[in-house]
């Protein structure tokens, strides 16, 4: 038990379908963050929600768009992806944004492939 | 500015014999460092953290590393591997000065043969 549970662990999609994908903290947590984790590459920081808010963007795509209901809950809603898109998505927690002293705390993410 | 290397993208050990990841870093500021392990289909787990405090830091599953600030270098080690020792290895450099940034290293994939 990670503590963060993301779902679902697999996503087969089509370029033209709209999903979501779902990340819940039971750690307390205030700030989450999305990773895309593709083969070969660096470990790619997205979003960064800090106490509901989006306080950053990575120059992502706006077929990603993420949201933030509440501190324990962060989605990722994905609309008319591209193949490159296909890549583990990892959500992570740490207990507060800007301290580097907190280490984050992963879930076991989303293994998402375009069709 | 703020930077991490890791040496090598794998390594190879046989079981029982010892196991030495390396990373350095670059950092203007004080860092935090930590390295963290994934397993297949895995999140990424923390193993161990430097926060300025005792610079040798033992972490989980037998795992230590030593802060060098001379040599800008905080290589995890372990005396003997285990099979279940496999898994993609990464250290990660964080500070809180001169900017807010945590920064990943590319990993480093240790292979553990029997």
């Known amino acids: 038990e990670t503590g963060v549970t993301q779902t679902p662990r697999h996503l087969v999609m089509g370029m033209t379908n709209k999903k979501s994908l779902k990340c819940e903290q039971h750690?307390?947590?205030?700030?989450m963050y999305w990773y895309k984790q593709s083969a070969k590459k660096p470990l790619e920081l997205m979003f960064v929600y800090s106490l509901e808010e989006r306080v950053e963007n990575n120059s992502v795509p706006s077929r990603f768009s993420p949201e933030c209901p509440n501190s324990s809950h962060l989605f990722l809603h994905l609309h008319t992806l591209q193949p490159e898109d296909s890549a583990l998505y990892l959500c992570a927690s740490s207990q507060k944004w800007l301290d580097g002293n907190q280490p984050q705390h992963f879930g076991d993410g989303t293994r998402l492939s375009i069709l | 500015a703020q930077s991490v290397t890791q040496l090598d993208s794998h390594v190879s050990v046989s079981e029982g014999t010892p196991v030495l990841l390396r990373c350095n870093y670059s950092?203007?500021?004080?860092?935090?460092l930590f390295w963290y392990v994934q397993h297949p289909n895995k999140g990424l787990q923390l193993l161990l953290k430097y926060t300025s405090a005792a610079t040798l830091v033992k972490g989980i599953n037998g795992f230590e590393a030593e802060f060098k600030k001379s040599e800008t270098s905080f290589h995890l080690t372990k005396p003997s591997a285990h099979m279940s020792d496999a898994a993609e290895y990464f250290c990660?450099?964080?500070?809180?000065?001169?900017?807010?940034?945590?920064?990943f290293g590319a990993g480093t994939r240790l292979f553990v043969k029997a």
């Open positions: 750690l307390g947590h205030n700030a």
């Open positions: 990660v450099v964080s500070s809180n000065t001169g900017g807010f940034k945590t920064i």
């Open positions: 950092s203007s500021y004080s860092p935090s």
